[in-house]
């Protein structure tokens, strides 16, 4: 079942640590979605849009960055991406699943970095006006699991870098986010396979959000 006409979309984000599974629960939600029958856009963070996809080259490929001037950067790139990618397609009614978003911030540059909460708020003022997200699934999982996930891969380095203590503290924080905020927040065990990731998300969005998928 479609949408009534002028509704607006449903703005959904994944959060977690690396290799907690949110790429992968990004393509399946947004078909699950889309075979429903729902419009449905699957975008991601650092970039979303052209000037925000520049900006994710300039984080990831530069740095260390100092926390504040980090934080500033996701920032700038996510107002892109707000403004020319996430607003219009919210207001033409499609649904937006966004792999990783503000929360990252306060997660990585916050609890990971030492940025304070108070500069992230005033980040968040400024780059989003009053949007939030309808839901945040938060893709648990102890960041070990997250590091042989990305291991089995070949793509450690980001792990290599930043230490055991860097990413037990970006997962607390997470659950801390999710702690402050049970309305919008709902924490999935990302230790399930693929399946019961999925399967999760959808219990959460139906109960959350109040559709049939
Ligand atoms: N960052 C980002 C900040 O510091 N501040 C910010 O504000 C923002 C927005 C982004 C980096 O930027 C930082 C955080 C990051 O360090 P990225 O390349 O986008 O870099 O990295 P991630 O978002 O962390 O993406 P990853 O690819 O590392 O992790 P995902 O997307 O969580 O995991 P995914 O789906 O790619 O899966 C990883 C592997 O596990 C398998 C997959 O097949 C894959 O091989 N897998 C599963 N295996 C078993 N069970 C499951 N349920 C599985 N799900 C996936």
């Given at each position: 079942?479609?949408?009534?006409p002028?509704?607006?979309?449903?703005?959904?984000?994944?959060?977690?640590?690396?290799?907690?599974?949110?790429?992968?629960?990004?393509?399946?939600?947004?078909?699950?979605?889309?075979?429903?029958?729902?419009?449905?856009?699957?975008?991601?963070?650092?970039?979303?849009?052209?000037?925000a996809?520049a900006?994710?080259?300039?984080?990831?490929?530069?740095?260390?960055?100092?926390?504040?001037?980090?934080?500033?950067?996701?920032?700038?790139?996510?107002?892109e991406?707000?403004?020319?990618?996430?607003?219009?397609?919210?207001?033409?009614?499609?649904?937006?699943?966004?792999?990783?978003?503000?929360?990252?911030?306060?997660?990585?540059?916050?609890?990971g970095?030492?940025?304070?909460?108070?500069?992230?708020?005033?980040?968040?003022?400024?780059?989003?006006?009053t949007?939030?997200?309808?839901?945040?699934?938060?893709?648990?999982?102890?960041?070990?699991?997250?590091?042989?996930?990305?291991?089995?891969?070949?793509d450690?380095?980001?792990?290599?870098?930043?230490?055991?203590?860097?990413?037990?503290?970006?997962?607390?924080?997470?659950?801390?986010?999710?702690?402050?905020?049970?309305?919008?927040?709902?924490?999935?065990?990302?230790?399930?396979?693929?399946?019961?990731?999925?399967?999760?998300?959808l219990?959460?969005?139906?109960?959350?959000?109040?559709?049939?998928?």
């Amino acid at each position: 079942m479609g949408p009534e006409p002028g509704t607006r979309g449903r703005f959904i984000t994944l959060e977690g640590g690396e290799g907690a599974g949110k790429t992968t629960l990004s393509r399946a939600l947004t078909a699950k979605l889309a075979a429903e029958g729902l419009p449905v856009l699957r975008t991601r963070e650092p970039g979303g849009a052209p000037g925000a996809e520049a900006v994710r080259g300039l984080i990831l490929g530069h740095g260390p960055w100092d926390p504040v001037a980090e934080a500033m950067l996701h920032f700038a790139a996510r107002r892109e991406h707000v403004a020319r990618t996430i607003l219009p397609a919210l207001e033409a009614g499609i649904w937006v699943v966004c792999d990783r978003f503000a929360d990252s911030t306060l997660a990585y540059q916050g609890a990971g970095q030492g940025l304070s909460r108070e500069v992230w708020e005033t980040l968040c003022d400024l780059a989003l006006g009053t949007l939030r997200p309808d839901l945040t699934l938060v893709l648990d999982l102890p960041p070990e699991r997250g590091m042989g996930r990305a291991l089995a891969r070949g793509d450690a380095n980001r792990y290599e870098m930043q230490g055991a203590d860097f990413h037990a503290r970006v997962r607390a924080a997470f659950l801390a986010i999710a702690a402050h905020e049970p309305g919008r927040c709902a924490v999935l065990d990302a230790s399930r396979g693929p399946q019961e990731v999925l399967d999760l998300s959808l219990a959460a969005i139906r109960e959350r959000l109040g559709i049939a998928a």
